[in-house]
């Protein structure tokens, strides 16, 4: 797959613009799964209290063979805000909300879904496969709201609860989830050197309509 794009940033309204297109072209029998999307973002803080950024993504032009499923052909309004505290740096409350219609699709992620910056409940890994809630965005509506506590700088704690709804129908085709989903999750990383830190996560998702989830990960990590 070859991937063309470009990017602007501009400094304006009291904030910061973020605007891009990309396009994913298809070789070798993925040609039908060429697709584009276009973005724009907007990221200010208000006054002393909260730091917004907005976001919207768009998917489209793709043409899939022989009536086959669409896999990008939506858009997604992704809102992260974070509390401005007393401890702006070490104490930061977050809350985070998406909507998404029909089944937009990331241009580029290597490892997880639209949505892995939502919240930890969303993330991730290629190597030991950790559960995660559905991470799409593909009809469905919700957020996630924790606490992130970096102590003095030396280590830090998340704490988080995460959750969304369907749009339509249960049994509707093309969207990723059954059902609504729900999960709790815990993150815990403390540095053990200057290169060298210790991470570990747990979660429970509950899920209506699929199992339920239980993960528990333990990662020693080094920084290049």
């Not at 304006?12 to 040609?31: P, Q, T």
């Not at 469905?140 to 280590?155: E, H, K, P, Q, S």
Request: zero cysteines.
């Amino acid at each position: 797959v070859n991937i063309y794009g470009a990017a602007a940033f501009i400094d304006a309204s009291e904030g910061y613009w973020e605007a891009g297109v990309a396009h994913l072209d298809g070789e070798s029998g993925l040609d039908d799964q060429s697709f584009t999307n276009i973005t724009l973002a907007f990221s200010k803080r208000y006054q002393a209290w909260l730091s917004n950024s907005s976001r919207v993504v768009y998917s489209f032009g793709q043409d899939r063979d022989d009536n086959a499923q669409q896999t990008a052909d939506g858009v997604i309004f992704l809102i992260e805000n974070s509390l401005i505290t007393r401890k702006p740096s070490t104490w930061v409350p977050y809350f985070n909300f998406f909507a998404g219609f029909d089944r937009p699709q990331s241009a580029a992620r290597d490892n997880g879904g639209i949505l892995k910056n939502t919240g930890i409940n969303f993330e991730t890994d290629g190597l030991t496969g950790y559960p995660k809630l559905d991470d799409t965005g593909h009809d469905t509506f919700g957020g996630a709201v924790g606490i992130n506590y970096l102590f003095g700088l030396d280590r830090q704690i998340v704490a988080e609860v995460a959750g969304f709804k369907i749009r339509g129908d249960e049994n509707e085709t093309g969207r990723a989830a059954a059902d609504d989903q729900l999960g709790i999750g815990l993150r815990y990383q403390q540095p053990i050197s200057k290169v060298w830190i210790l991470r570990g996560d747990v979660m429970a998702g509950f899920r209506s309509e699929a199992d339920d989830l239980m993960g528990v990960r333990f990662e020693v990590r080094r920084k290049f």
